[in-house]
């Protein structure tokens, strides 16, 4: 069974900064994409990172750019992302998704976790 388990939100001040954790399993980790995205309310979902294992590629959305980073540790089958200089327009439910690459309808998702950054 594939889950994928986000870890790592929480308040945030602006400005401040929060790594999140994606541990995966139930399926061969070097083989997949694992992206980030994020949901703000009344908001469509925003797909803002991808890591692709295969080649160890890396994609950003213009709007996170410069700001955070994705990381992968293959030995933990887990993927980061590390946030800094959080705007309160980065508030959302961040979720990472799974797929043979880095798409916007990943086939497989975690529940979320909440990121709130405070003015």
């Known amino acids: 069974e594939v889950q994928l388990v986000e870890s790592g939100g929480g308040l945030v001040q602006a400005g401040g900064s929060l790594r999140l954790s994606c541990a995966a399993s139930g399926f061969t980790f070097d083989d997949y994409a694992i992206g980030w995205f994020r949901q703000a309310p009344g908001k469509e979902r925003e797909g803002i990172s991808c890591?692709?294992?295969?080649?160890?590629?890396?994609y950003y959305a213009d709007s996170v750019k410069g700001r955070f980073t994705i990381s992968s540790d293959n030995a933990k089958n887990t993927v980061y992302l590390q946030m800094k200089s959080l705007e309160p327009e980065d508030t959302a439910v961040y979720y990472c998704?799974?797929?043979?690459?880095?798409?916007?309808?990943?086939?497989?998702w975690g529940k979320g976790t909440l990121v709130t950054v405070s003015s």
């Open positions: 890591f692709r294992s295969s080649d160890g590629s890396t």
């Open positions: 998704a799974a797929d043979r690459d880095c798409t916007y309808d990943m086939d497989y």
